[in-house]
T-cell receptor, first 114, second 111 residues
């Protein structure tokens, strides 16, 4: 089954404790992206990747890191989480960027930073 | 910077009524527009994708129109059902390979 898999689904942590949210897709997609969703603000893009070893900042990249060492994986890293990073996070992928390909989303990771 | 607005934020209709959801955007230089459905606690599912050269796209009871010149898209859902209750988001794809999302319209269809 074609899917985008995120882990974990729920995560509670404390300020400053490094964490990684994993994302994997099995569709051989070139494009992957991370979003955060906050009430009333919609989805905002954190980082995106056009291909292996190619990443770029989205609209809200501060406090986040990403890497794309393999085509299928695109982990999101919070080196020193802070309470304002409490949010619902989504990973997404599509075949090629800038084309008319639908975007596929993971089920989300609800992060709480205390 | 692309700004995407969805009004109203919430909508409640009786079963059987047609739904009309609106999306407006500020920059008409787009390459596509997608409508998504989001159920509580779940990810987003792409419903329809309209290419920048198209005026509308249809899938079953869903029809989405696009008017680039006025910066508007409308999602029509015919003969609404309780199972259509969800949040609907539109997203505009720009030339910088980014998607700009609206905040969504939460729809409740009353049985």
């Amino acid at each position: 089954e074609a899917q985008v898999t995120q882990n974990p689904r729920y995560l509670i942590t404390v300020t400053g404790k490094k964490l990684t949210v994993t994302c994997s897709q099995n569709m051989n997609h070139e494009y992957m992206s991370w979003y955060r969703q906050d009430p009333g603000l919609g989805l905002r893009q954190i980082y995106y990747s056009m291909n292996v070893e190619v990443t770029d900042k989205g609209d809200v990249p501060e406090g986040y890191k990403v890497s794309r060492k393999e085509k299928r994986n695109f982990p999101l890293i919070l080196e020193s989480p802070s309470p304002n990073q409490t949010s619902l996070y989504f990973c997404a992928s599509s075949l090629y960027p800038g084309t008319n390909e639908k975007l596929f989303f993971g089920s989300g990771t609800q992060l709480s930073v205390l | 910077k692309q700004e995407v607005t969805q009004i109203p934020a919430a909508l409640s209709v009786p079963e059987g009524e047609n739904l009309v959801l609106n999306c407006s955007f500020t920059d008409s230089a787009i390459y596509n527009l997608q409508w998504f459905r989001q159920d509580p606690g779940k990810g987003l599912t792409s419903l329809l994708l309209i290419q920048s050269s198209q005026r509308e796209q249809t899938s079953g009871r869903l029809n989405a129109s696009l008017d680039k010149s006025s910066g508007r898209s409308t999602l029509y859902i015919a003969a609404s059902q309780p199972g259509d209750s969800a949040t609907y988001l539109c997203a505009v794809g720009g030339g910088d390979y980014k998607l700009s999302f609206g905040a969504g319209t939460t729809v409740t269809v009353r049985a």
